[in-house]
């Protein structure tokens, strides 16, 4: 198993500038989450889905849509991006509430 | 708003020392508790608590939930340098669809020696 995989692992976007970020799971599970980590800080949770096609918001969600086609791939979309949206981004997957977490992609918007 | 608190915010300690972390929450539809230990990349699972009083151990590390003073602590006897991370505290949340995790700041331990 790969577990949870992310791209890229780093990304340097201008101002206004669109991305998505993708997230893969090879473990079956139905929960899928999104998650910002600023420095020094813990992580806040962006989105969140229970399963294909469900998704919901989390704490901030501002500034960024997500998608859930199948259960594996959970992909994370900045549409026009901006430089308080420079953070480490984390997708997570979890099962019986234990989270498994990808590798991060860094992100920073000039 | 549920809120998760950790203390101290960084401890810089000797080999051999052991160091207790603390959580305390304040959250609504509580379901766990869960440590995490953060080096330099994603969070790695370290312990998930949902009964009070019951220790759970793994090696040196250690936990233990209190939900009727609403804390954990998270004991490292003998420390070494490999255990310097941020150690990270979260409490999961039943929403009625989903367990949602909301997180503390994080410890930062710094093993010296």
């Known amino acids: 198993n790969a577990g949870v995989t992310q791209t890229p692992k780093f990304r340097i976007l201008k101002i206004g500038q669109s991305m998505t970020l993708q997230c893969a799971q090879d473990?079956?599970?139905?929960?899928m989450y999104w998650y910002r980590q600023d420095p020094g800080m813990g992580l806040k949770l962006i989105y969140y889905?229970?399963?294909?096609?469900?998704?919901d918001k989390g704490e901030v969600p501002n500034g960024y849509n997500v998608s859930r086609s199948t259960t594996e791939d959970f992909p994370l979309r900045l549409e026009l991006a901006a430089p308080s949206q420079t953070s480490v981004y984390f997708c997570?997957?979890?099962?019986?509430?234990?989270?498994?977490f990808g590798p991060g992609t860094r992100l920073t918007v000039l | 708003e549920d809120k998760v608190v950790q203390s101290p915010l960084s401890l810089v300690v000797h080999e051999g020392d052991t160091v207790t972390l603390n959580c305390s929450y304040e959250?609504?539809?509580?379901?766990?508790l869960l440590w995490y230990k953060q080096e330099k990349k994603a969070p790695t699972f370290l312990f998930m608590l949902?009964?009070?009083?019951i220790e759970k151990k793994s090696g040196r590390l250690s936990s233990i939930l209190d939900k009727k003073e609403l804390f954990s602590i998270l004991n490292i006897t003998a420390t070494q340098t490999g255990d310097s991370a941020v150690y990270l505290c979260?409490?999961?949340?039943?929403?009625?669809?989903?367990?949602?995790?909301?997180f503390g700041t994080g410890t930062r331990l710094q093993v010296t020696l």
């Open positions: 997570a997957s979890s099962w019986n509430n234990e989270q498994f």
């Open positions: 473990m079956n599970h139905n929960y």
């Open positions: 889905s229970v399963g294909a096609g469900i998704t």
């Open positions: 959250v609504t539809n509580f379901r766990s």
């Open positions: 949902t009964s009070s009083g």
């Open positions: 979260a409490v999961g949340l039943y929403t009625g669809t989903a367990s949602k995790l909301t």
